[in-house]
C-alpha cells in the first residue's frame, strides 16, 4: 500500500516535474563543454559515455576529475555533484543516476551491491592503508607484534565486511571485533603484552572506533589491560592527546597522515608513504606495521557497467568504447 | 567576493552564476506555483466556510520540520523507486520540501485574508444573489488579495532563500556556490553564493511588490490621491439641511 | 428603459392586490402614496428555531403590502431582523411560508430570488474594492445585462439618491458613511426589484445626516413606490418612515401591526404602549394635517430697517424680523432695548433665532412646535417659498387638535387633560397639557 502510494506520487511528480527537467542538468556540471573529450584523443572513450558522481570538491581537487585526466587520461561525459562517498552518491550508482562513484574503499555498500572497485595501478589515490599510531612510550615489542599480527590479516575486503556488520547492520563494533578476532585465531591467551596498561582512542567514525576496538581485544588477550576512549574526533584533538599520554594508541591511515605531519608530502604508493611516514611522524609518537587494508578514495562502478565495458582499472576507462 | 563576483568567467561559464541563477529561479518558481495552485483555493474555500482550519494548523506544523532532514527523509524513500539517469530522484524531494515550505504561509494568510473581510461585505455579496463561487471570487479574493500576496512574498522569500539546499542534493542553484565553495574552501565563492540568494530573494520581492500594486484595488489598498480623500468640500451629500432656524 | 424582472415575479396574482386591499389597515394617516409598484410579501404561520433552541421568529403572520413600507421594530432579540432576512432566505425559516404574490419564496433557487430583491443594510457592505459606480451595477451584472445601459442607469440613480456623479469613480472608503448608504441603496435599487429589504440602514450614521437620508427616502418611495421591509429598533424612524409599523416582541412574537398614527393612539397592550414612549401623543400630531390654521398677520420689520420702527411695530415685546423677501429670520425682543439705540438699524446679530417654523401644510406637530417653541409665543407659519404668512399660538392649535379630534369621532382622551367637551375657545396657552 504504502509503496503504491509512493509510486504513484513519483508517476505523478515525475510529469510535473518535466518543465522543470531541463534545469536539471544544472546540477550535472558539463565536462564535455569544457573540452574533456577532445582531450583524450580520437573516437569515443567508455568514460565519455558515463556519468561520474562524487562529492563537491572531487571536482577541483587535485586527486579528483583533474587527477583522472591527468594520470589515466579519462574524462567522464559529465560529473554529478553528490556527497564524499555518503548516500547520495551509493544510491546513484546503485539506481544509475550515475555510472561510476567517488566511493571509499572499505564502504559497506560495495559488498553489499557487489560494486566493483576499479583498481588505481597508478596511485592517483595517495595509500592509505590502515595502521596503528603510537606513543613509543607503550611500543613494547609485545604489543607491537600483537598488532602486526592483525595488520598481516586485515585486508580491504576483510575491513569493508566488518564494516557492513558495524555500519549497515549496527552491530556492536567490540562484539564484531571480537568475532573477527576469533576467526582468525587472534583471541588465543597470550602473554606477549603483560603488565602494559594502554589507552586506546578512535576517531569519531564507525571504521575507526571498529579498528580501535581490534586493537584492544587483540592487546587484551595477550594480557594489557587495556581503557578505551572512543569517538574523540579529528586529528587535530587526538594527536596532541597521544603526545601528552591522555591516549596511547589510534588506528590510523598512513596517506592522510602524513599529508597531516607533511603537507607537501608527494608519496603515493603504500611502501613510499609508509617510508614517507616513518621519518615524518614526531617524537614521542610512532607508526606500527600497516596492514593491506586500504580505505581511500575509488572509483567504483557497478557490477553490470564493469562487465559491458570489460573495467578492472581506472586507466580501462580511457579506451575506446 | 567582489574579486569573485566581478569575474565574468563566473558567470558565464557552464555552471556558472547565470546557469545557477536560472536553476535556482526554476525551482522556486515551480515551488511557489504549485504551492500557490494548492493553498490559495484551500485557503478560500477555508475561509469562505469557515471550516477546515484545522488544515492550517497541520501545514504550520509541517513548517516546523527541519529541512535538510527532511529533503534526506524523502530521498532515502523516492531513491529506491527512481531509476535511471536524469535528476528526478534529486528534483522530486527539493521540490515536495520547497513547495511544504510555501504551502504554510500562503494558506494561512488567505484563509486570514478572506476571513477579514468585513462580514458585512459578504452578507450584501450573499444578500444580492451571488453564488458561492461569485461571492469567492468577486468579493472575498479581492479583499483578501493585500494578504494573499504577503503570503505568496513570505513564501517565496522562504522559498528562494531554500531553494539552496538543491544544491545538497546535487542539483544546481545557487546554493552550488555555497556548497562547493564551503567543499573546496572556497570562501570567496560560497559567501558571494550567498549573497546572490538574498539579492535574488529581494528582487523577487519587488517583482512581486510591483505585482501586488497592480493587481490589488485601490479600494483596499487605500492608495486614493490626496484630493479625493473623505471629508474634502464636494462631500456635500451629507451637508445638514438648510436650517429651519428662523 | 424597462428592465427585465425574474419571471416569477411577473406572475402577479389578483390575490395579492386583494391581500393588500383588504389587510385590516389600510386605513392610511398619511398622505403617501405608493404608486403599488412592488409585490405582497406575505408570512404564513413562519417560525425560526435556532440548535441551540433559542426561538428567535413564533408563527409570525404579517402582510407587507405592495408599494408600501412596513417597518419591524423591535427591542434587540425580538427577531425582527431574522424576520427580514427569512424573506430572501439568508435565514431558512424553520417552518412555515413566505410568499411573494403567489411565488413560495422556498420554491425560488436562493441566488434568483435574492437577485430579485432589493438588499440595504447596516453598514451598507459596500465592496471595497469596487467603485461607486461598480457597487451599483452589481446585480445588473449578475442578472447578464447590457453593460452601457447598466451603467446609465447607475448614474441616474446616483443622482436619484443624491450623490455627485464624480463620486462614480470614488471607492467606499472615500466617502461618509451616509454617503456610503446611499451607494448602498443605489446599489439595492440598480435591478429595479419590487421588493426591498432594509436591515436598519439609517442607524449608523449621525443623527443630522439620519433625519436627511430618512426624508429622501421616503421622497424616493414616493418616486417608485416598492415594497419595503425595513427593520429598525428606533420606535421614531418607524414611526416616520412605516406606513405600518410591526411591533414584535421579544421571542419573535408580532405584538401589534398598525399603522404609526394608531400605534401611538392605540397600543394593543402595555408592551407596545411601552416601547412606543411616553410622549407618544405628542408624537400622534406629526400625523394629522393642521388642515387651515387660523393664521394670524405679524407685523413684521425688515433686517436693517430703524429699531424705533420695530419697537412700535412690537407685539407683547418681541417683533419678527423678515429679510428683503419677507423671509422670517429672528425674533427682536424690543421692550429692553435702551433709548439710545433706537435712532440705528436693526441687525442679525440682535435676533432671537429660537423659534421653528412651521410650513402652511403643516402637521399639528409642527405647528405646536412652532409655537411652543418662539419667543414671543406665536408660531410662524411660512409659504411654500419660507415666505411669511403669519403666526399660529398655541391655544390656537390646541384648539385645532380638539376640533379634529371631534371631528374624528375619536374617543376623548384617556391620559390627557383636555377632552372633546373643553371650550375649544378656550385661550390659556396650556399648550404643555397635551401630552
Redesign the interface.
Known sequence: MKKAL??AL?AV??T??A????????????LS??GGSSASGGGTTIASKL?L?G???F???TDGIPGLERVYGVTFGSY?????GG??TI??L????IDAGDIFTTDPSIPANGFVVLQDPKNLYAAQNVLPLINKAKASPGVTSTLKAVSDKLDTNTLAQLDVHVITDKQDPAAVAEGWLAAEGLNKTGTAAQGVSVKIGSANFQESVLLAEIYAKALQAQGASVTTRLNIGSRETYVPGLKDGSIDLIPEYSGALLVYFDPKATAVSSADVYAALQKAVPAPLTVLGQSSAQDKDAIVVTKATADKYHLVTIADLANNG | MIQWLNDPGNWTA??GIL??L??HL??AL?ALV?ATALALPVGLLIGHAGRGRWLVTVANAVRALPVVGLL?LL??????????????????PT??VLILLAIPPILASTVAGVENVDPAVRDAAAGMGMRGGQVVRRVELPNALPLVFSGVRSATLQVIATATV??Y?????LG?FV??G???QNFAERDAGALLVAMLAVAADLVLALAQRYTVSRGVSGRFSRRTLVGDPVATADAPPSTHTA | MRFTRPAYIHQRAARADEVADSSMVSARVSGRKGKGGGLVIRFESVSKKYPDGTLAVDRLELVAPSGEITVLVGPSGCGKTTSLRMINRMIEPTSGRIWLDDRDTATVPTHELRRGIGYVIQHAGLFPHRTVLDNITTVPELLGRDKKETRRRALELMERVGLPAHFAKRYPAQLSGGQQQRVGVARALAADPPVMLMDEPFSAVDPVVRAQLQNEFLRLQGELGKTIVFVTHDIDEAIKLGDRVAVLQVGGHLAQLAPPAELLSDPSDAFVAGFVGRDRGYRALGFAEAGRLPVRKEHAVRLGGGLGEARDAAEDGWVLVTDAEDRPQGWLRTDRLPEAALPGPVTAQELNLGGTLAPETATLREALDSALSSPSGRGVIVDGAGRLLGTVTASEVLTRIEQQRVADGRPPARDAGLDAETDVGRDDGEGGEVV
Open positions: 509512493t509510486s513519483v511528480c515525475a510535473a516535474l518543465a522543470c527537467g531541463s534545469s536539471g542538468s544544472s546540477g550535472s556540471n558539463g563543454a569544457s556519468v558522481g562529492s563537491p570538491e571536482k577541483t581537487r554529478k555533484t553528490l556527497d564524499a548516500p547520495l544510491n546513484a546503485k539506481n544509475g543516476q | 557552464s555552471g546557469d545557477q536560472w536553476s526554476q525551482y515551480f504549485v534526506i530521498y532515502v524513500m523516492l531513491a529506491p523507486h527512481i531509476h535511471g539517469r536524469g535528476d528526478t530522484v534529486y528534483l522530486l521540490e515536495i538543491a544544491a542534493l546535487g542539483l544546481g542553484g552550488r556548497y562547493d564551503q567543499a573546496s
